[in-house]
Nanobody, 122 residues
Framework: QVQLVESGGGLVQAGGSLRLACAAS????????MGWFRQAPGKEREFVAV????????RYANSVKGRFTISRDNAKNTVFLQMNNLKPEDTAVYYC???????????????WGQGTQVTVSS
């Protein structure tokens, strides 16, 4: 059974940092893109960041560019999201996903985690 399990969410003050992790099990994703989405209350799920299978290619939403960094460790089948200078508008449930690049970016990936809550207080 394939599983993606996120961790690292929590409550942080504005300007603070969090590091999310998404560990995959059940199959290797070393040949797949992996990414992060988020969904705030009352809003649609939105793309945050994606990394290619090698980690050499990345893309970010404009709203997080310069503040968030996506990385991966294929040996551990894990993708990370380092979030710095957090803002209240970053408050959301963060989900990781894995599949081909196009599917991850478009939000149609076949594999998703259950999400982890990030709350940024002002």
């Amino acid at each position: 059974q394939v599983q993606l399990v996120e961790s690292g969410g929590g409550l942080v003050q504005a300007g603070g940092s969090l590091r999310l992790a998404c560990a995959a099990s059940g199959r290797t994703f070393s040949d797949s893109a992996m990414g992060w989405f988020r969904q705030a209350p009352g809003k649609e799920r939105e793309f945050v960041a994606v990394t290619s299978w090698s980690g050499g290619g990345t893309r970010y939403a404009n709203s997080v560019k310069g503040r968030f960094t996506i990385s991966r460790d294929n040996a551990k089948n894990t993708v990370f999201l380092q979030m710095n200078n957090l803002k209240p508008e970053d408050t959301a449930v963060y989900y990781c996903s894995a599949d081909r690049w196009g599917r991850v970016v478009s939000g149609t990936a076949n594999y998703w985690g259950q999400g982890t809550q990030v709350t940024v207080s002002s």
